[in-house]
Nanobody, 123 residues
């Protein structure tokens, strides 16, 4: 298990872009598939995007396809989420986590979550 710290969130106008980073500590980072999740106030946490260990396979929620792009740099122990064409409904706290595949798609491998990074999109 690795320690994860999200950053890069902020306030942006609709149509703008943000790039989130998830910095990991631990020597086994490159062995994990990684994912991004988000949670808006009063809403359940939802899956956003995932990437396998070497970046060859990527998965996205339908709501962000064509707008968001997940990537990783194992040499830097970091996973990224490039968010373009942001909409007010993208407003949420964004979290990264190690993931595994389930019948319904990627799910968190571990039960714990970090602090996340706040993304606020104004209309």
């Amino acid at each position: 298990q690795v320690q994860l710290v999200e950053s890069g969130g902020g306030l942006v106008q609709a149509g703008g872009s943000l790039r989130l980073s998830c910095a990991a500590s631990g020597r086994t980072f490159s062995t994990y598939a990684m994912g991004w999740f988000r949670q808006a106030p009063g809403k359940v946490r939802e899956f956003v995007a995932a990437i396998n260990w070497n970046g060859s396979n990527k998965f996205y929620a339908d709501s962000v396809k064509g707008r968001f792009a997940i990537s990783r740099d194992n040499a830097k122990n970091t996973v990224y989420l490039q968010m373009n064409s942001l909409k007010p409904e993208d407003t949420a706290v964004y979290y990264c986590a190690a993931v595994e595949m389930s019948a319904t798609g990627p799910r968190p491998l571990f039960a714990s979550w970090g602090q996340g990074t706040q993304v606020t999109v104004s209309s």
